[in-house]
């Protein structure tokens, strides 16, 4: 058998590639011994990867901000190549070419069958909820790597129709395992509709994935804001407005400039714990952007709040931090009847709709968020760049199947 290169935390702010040994058809020993049952995983499969993307949640862990160790694995957006099968597989065949859900989810479970695989019962011993090369998610494997094991692969596995297709459109396509449906979960739960008007909070490629998806959904304005110059040209460059919260001005007089009121009819917080204040020296305050959304989000309004928060940050700015214990205005929140929704995006409610969008040329979701493909051996300077605030989502092709 081949090795497997996969990329791993070496400490706040380095990553490396190194090799490690070929998938086998197991789950993990900390979650068989949990559940009490065997290693052997008959209905698993392994997938040579053909594409494999870096996500901010994975930059939270590179910054230190998580309670990652050193060698965590990292990667949990996979698209591949299916190699093998277990024998209780079904229905997923050799060659075929699939979308990887980041939700480690065994399709068994209460939470399973309700639809709500970001917070399935039975893969992580740490909490519900699993995911692909992430801390304190069960010890799965990450998949920034040349090959992956996928559990319940019937279940998990979202099969492209076509393969030549996939290929052809697989910028697109590899946004499936997380970003896209996680912006879209973002502006769905936040009620985005025909004629809305959207504040997206965040212009990094989850926040670029809610406007595109503000889009799809029908917003008649869709508001980025953020800080970084270049992200929000991204954000102009497939008709989004924008609003620099670097300025020392309201945020609510940016949007009425806009819109013509101080008030849209959803937001999306697209942040997550690391935010920052508005004006050109603002400090970390990670309550500023949820604070943000309720003072411009209208009566009513739905939030939704993809951007991650944790239970243990060791980079927080005071002890509430370090424990994800927010200065939260909930009574903002309360008087004006927000809805809110938090937590992992079930990634399975939303992929094959939104499959289906890509596949007939409904959704350019590579062009929003300026899908860039390098090398696996480029992550490292990925992961650089991306955390300098490049207006990039960096995608790994470790195996040059990505035409030019």
């Given at each position: 058998?081949?090795?497997?290169?996969?990329?791993?935390?070496?400490?706040?702010?380095?990553?490396r590639?190194?090799?490690?040994?070929?998938?086998?058809?197991e789950?993990?020993e900390e979650?068989?011994?949990?559940?009490?049952?065997?290693?052997?995983?008959?209905h698993?499969?392994?997938?040579?990867?053909?594409?494999?993307?870096?996500?901010?949640?994975d930059?939270?862990?590179?910054?230190?901000?998580?309670t990652?160790?050193?060698?965590?694995?990292l990667g949990?957006?996979?698209?591949g190549?299916?190699?093998?099968?277990?024998?209780?597989?079904?229905?997923?065949?050799?060659?075929?070419?699939?979308?990887?859900?980041?939700?480690?989810?065994?399709?068994?479970?209460?939470?399973?069958?309700?639809?709500?695989?970001?917070?399935?019962?039975?893969?992580?011993?740490?909490?519900?909820?699993?995911?692909?090369?992430?801390?304190?998610?069960?010890?799965?494997?990450?998949?920034?790597?040349?090959?992956?094991?996928?559990?319940?692969?019937?279940f998990n596995?979202?099969?492209?129709?076509?393969?030549?297709?996939?290929?052809?459109?697989?910028?697109d396509?590899?946004?499936l395992?997380?970003?896209?449906?996680?912006?879209?979960?973002g502006?769905?739960?936040?009620?985005?509709?025909?004629?809305?008007?959207?504040?997206?909070?965040?212009?990094?490629?989850?926040?670029?994935?809610?406007?595109?998806?503000?889009?799809?959904?029908?917003?008649s304005?869709?508001?980025?804001?953020?800080?970084?110059t270049?992200?929000?040209?991204?954000?102009?460059?497939?008709?989004?407005?924008?609003?620099?919260?670097?300025?020392?001005?309201?945020?609510?007089?940016?949007?009425?400039?806009?819109?013509?009121?101080p008030l849209?009819?959803?937001?999306?917080?697209?942040?997550?714990?690391e935010?920052?204040?508005?004006?050109p020296?603002?400090?970390?305050?990670?309550?500023?952007?949820?604070?943000?959304?309720m003072t411009?989000?209208?009566?009513?309004?739905?939030?939704g709040?993809?951007?991650?928060?944790?239970?243990g940050?060791?980079?927080?700015?005071?002890?509430?931090?370090?424990i994800?214990?927010?200065?939260?205005r909930?009574?903002?929140g309360?008087a004006?009847s927000?809805?809110?929704?938090?937590g992992?995006?079930?990634v399975?409610?939303?992929?094959?709709?939104?499959?289906q969008?890509?596949?007939?040329?409904?959704?350019q979701?590579a062009?929003?968020?300026?899908?860039?493909v390098?090398?696996?051996d480029?992550a490292p300077?990925?992961?650089?760049?991306?955390?300098?605030?490049?207006?990039?989502?960096?995608?790994?092709?470790?195996?040059g199947?990505?035409?030019?």
């Amino acid at each position: 058998m081949p090795d497997n290169r996969v990329v791993v935390y070496q400490g706040p702010g380095e990553v490396r590639v190194e090799s490690i040994d070929y998938p086998k058809l197991e789950i993990p020993e900390e979650v068989a011994t949990w559940l009490g049952v065997p290693q052997e995983a008959p209905h698993a499969a392994i997938l040579k990867i053909v594409t494999t993307n870096i996500c901010g949640s994975d930059q939270h862990m590179v910054r230190g901000r998580t309670t990652a160790p050193v060698g965590q694995s990292l990667g949990h957006e996979i698209t591949g190549e299916v190699v093998e099968v277990g024998n209780d597989v079904l229905f997923v065949e050799v060659g075929d070419i699939c979308s990887v859900p980041f939700n480690i989810a065994c399709g068994r479970c209460r939470m399973c069958t309700e639809g709500k695989t970001g917070i399935c019962l039975n893969v992580n011993p740490a909490r519900p909820g699993a995911a692909y090369g992430y801390v304190d998610m069960g010890g799965w494997v990450g998949g920034q790597a040349e090959y992956v094991m996928v559990p319940f692969a019937d279940f998990n596995l979202l099969k492209f129709p076509d393969r030549d297709q996939a290929l052809e459109k697989i910028r697109d396509l590899t946004m499936l395992s997380d970003i896209f449906p996680t912006g879209y979960h973002g502006a769905y739960s936040a009620g985005v509709t025909t004629g809305s008007t959207v504040y997206v909070a965040g212009g990094g490629p989850v926040g670029l994935a809610a406007a595109h998806a503000a889009q799809l959904l029908g917003a008649s304005v869709v508001i980025v804001g953020d800080m970084i110059t270049e992200r929000l040209e991204q954000a102009r460059s497939f008709g989004c407005e924008t609003v620099d919260v670097s300025e020392d001005a309201e945020l609510a007089d940016m949007i009425a400039e806009i819109t013509g009121e101080p008030l849209v009819d959803a937001a999306v917080d697209a942040v997550g714990f690391e935010a920052r204040g508005h004006g050109p020296d603002a400090g970390e305050q990670p309550a500023t952007v949820l604070n943000d959304v309720m003072t411009v989000a209208r009566a009513g309004a739905g939030i939704g709040i993809p951007g991650l928060y944790v239970t243990g940050d060791p980079g927080g700015v005071d002890e509430n931090a370090r424990i994800g214990q927010l200065g939260i205005r909930i009574g903002l929140g309360w008087a004006k009847s927000h809805s809110f929704t938090t937590g992992q995006c079930p990634v399975k409610r939303y992929n094959r709709l939104l499959m289906q969008m890509i596949l007939n040329d409904k959704a350019q979701i590579a062009k929003a968020v300026n899908a860039t493909v390098v090398s696996l051996d480029d992550a490292p300077q990925g992961y650089q760049d991306f955390d300098q605030g490049a207006a990039k989502k960096f995608v790994l092709d470790p195996h040059g199947m990505v035409a030019a």
